[in-house]
């Protein structure tokens, strides 16, 4: 048989199991005598049991009301600490918030927002889980996830996306390369230079592939999964590569230039995802919004850096000390197309 006991009957029959006394217990409880009385009886009425001794004189607890008593003090705490952690919930000031995204976003962005926000909300766990999209998006439909910041893909449809950003592309290269003392590029001057890919399934390699088609660049060879890799390989003279501007901190090698490079289609565009079937909490709105607020800015700054022309990247004393490297004896321009 259920049993339909409120927070209200329970902190009375603690009123009076405190006061023994019905009048200073009707009257912490804001009630008239009758009305309190009469809430005392049905609360013996459900219980099945007398919970209090009466006499003209004296009001004293049964020996069950003295056991319930210890149990109602509990059940009272308890609702009451749910009750304060839902608020806190609610508020945004405590609970769990998983974000899948990208590692160039993962690495680079996300870091000092989730900084920012730990100290806002140091009563909020929050998680990361980096990885390519296909990743991403997974994580979400099991529901391991928030959110995500990902890149567009087939999979993408399912969800409820929208922009967050569109990035521009740069080539990277040394700072002796023949392209390295330009202000800006198309992709047609790339042609003939041995070009670096990131790997088929990678979001760079499907953004970049399309606008690379119709131009003859030498493929060098090497196709690799990580863009410090690429790094390392474009430092060491062996080619040239196109990344996305959020990437270009995996590229602070002193011998290294990062030049905009304009071409149609030739931008990546980077979505926050979520599932259609699902509310974000109050605590991942609240980083969501943070996020949104951070990539906003990142879209003012976008055309003035552009204008920058060569993006030189390292320290100033870096690119000093480095300034002894031997350049290649000749960079090689293929004289066939693109493989």
């Known amino acids: 048989m259920p049993i339909n006991i409120s927070a209200h009957v329970l902190r009375a029959f603690l009123a009076l199991a405190d006061t023994r006394h019905f009048t200073r217990a009707a009257e912490r409880c804001s009630l008239s005598q009758s009305a309190f009385s009469g809430l005392i009886q049905r609360l013996e009425a459900e219980a099945g049991t007398a919970l209090f001794n009466r006499t003209t004189r004296s009001v004293t607890l049964t020996a069950e009301g003295e056991l319930f008593a210890e149990r109602a003090r509990q059940l009272l705490s308890d609702i009451e600490a749910s009750f304060a952690d839902l608020k806190e919930r609610a508020a945004g000031r405590k609970g769990r918030v998983c974000v899948a995204a990208l590692p160039s976003l993962a690495a680079n962005m996300l870091p000092a927002i989730f900084a920012s926000y730990r100290k806002r909300f140091p009563g909020v766990t929050l998680e990361l889980l980096d990885g390519l999209s296909d990743r991403c998006l997974e994580s979400l439909r099991q529901g391991r996830v928030d959110f995500a910041l990902t890149a567009p893909g087939p999979r993408l449809a399912e969800f409820a996306s929208r922009l967050l950003l569109n990035e521009g592309f740069y080539l990277v290269c040394r700072r002796d390369h023949p392209l390295a003392a330009r202000q800006r590029l198309r992709v047609d001057d790339l042609a003939g230079f041995d070009y670096i890919h990131l790997a088929r399934h990678s979001s760079v390699r499907q953004h970049v592939e399309p606008a690379l ?112 490297l031997k350049r290649p004896a000749e960079w090689p321009r293929a004289q066939t197309p693109a493989s």
């Open 213 to 324: 088609a119709r131009v003859p660049v030498h493929y060098s060879g090497f196709e690799v999964e990580q863009l410090a890799t690429v790094a390392g390989l474009v430092a060491a003279g062996l080619g040239i590569s196109l990344v996305p501007e959020l990437t270009l901190f995996q590229f602070r090698g002193p011998e290294l230039v990062a030049i905009p490079v304009e071409g149609k289609g030739l931008m990546r565009p980077i979505f926050v995802v979520q599932r259609k079937d699902m509310t974000l909490s109050p605590p991942a709105e609240v980083l969501l919004k943070m996020i949104e607020e951070k990539f906003s800015v990142k879209r003012q700054e976008t055309p003035a850096r552009r204008e920058l022309g060569v993006k030189r990247l390292g320290t100033r004393s870096q690119r000093r000390r480095s300034s002894t």
